[in-house]
């Protein structure tokens, strides 16, 4: 296990222990939920200032505060085809709507990509009387192709 991975595993841990939220977390840096839980997970770099205050927030040394403005290695998932339920569901997603969501995405922007570096996601409930929806917004920078 890296030293980053142990950095999340302390975070982890110290939430469960102390009951904080991912809310609280992003709260206590003033950004989004879902990019605070993201860089928390050990997929993004906090500024000194933010690392600072995750340091606080969880009760982490010198050391975790230092690995948490380290550039990661992005990717997180253990194997290829994810087997926990909830992940499998979007890889799922992306089997039967991938050429549906390339094909639609090219037909109104042209040959290019969204990015996942521009980007922005927010997860919601939706209350719903045949039973609450997971709501997600994802938002990306249309990218496109150059020609040379």
Not at 44 to 68: H, P, R, T, V, Y
Not at 75 to 101: H, K, M, Q, W
Request: some cysteine.
């Amino acid at each position: 296990m890296s030293q980053r991975q142990l950095v999340t595993e302390k975070i982890l841990c110290h939430k469960v222990k102390h009951g904080i939220s991912w809310q609280q977390a992003a709260d206590a840096l003033g950004k989004a939920k879902e990019w605070t839980t993201a860089g928390c997970l050990g997929q993004m770099a906090f500024s000194a200032e933010q690392a600072e205050a995750l340091g606080e927030l969880f009760k982490l040394d010198e050391n975790d505060i230092a690995w948490l403005q380290v550039v990661p290695y992005k990717g997180s998932l253990p194997e290829a085809v994810p087997s926990d339920p909830l992940i499998y569901r979007f890889y799922e997603l992306v089997n039967v709507y991938g050429t549906t969501f390339k094909e639609l995405i090219h037909e109104e922007f042209g040959d290019g990509i969204m990015s996942a570096i521009d980007f922005s996601m927010d997860i919601q409930r939706e209350n719903n009387p045949a039973g609450d929806r997971v709501n997600i917004v994802m938002s990306g920078k249309f990218l496109p192709y150059k020609s040379y």
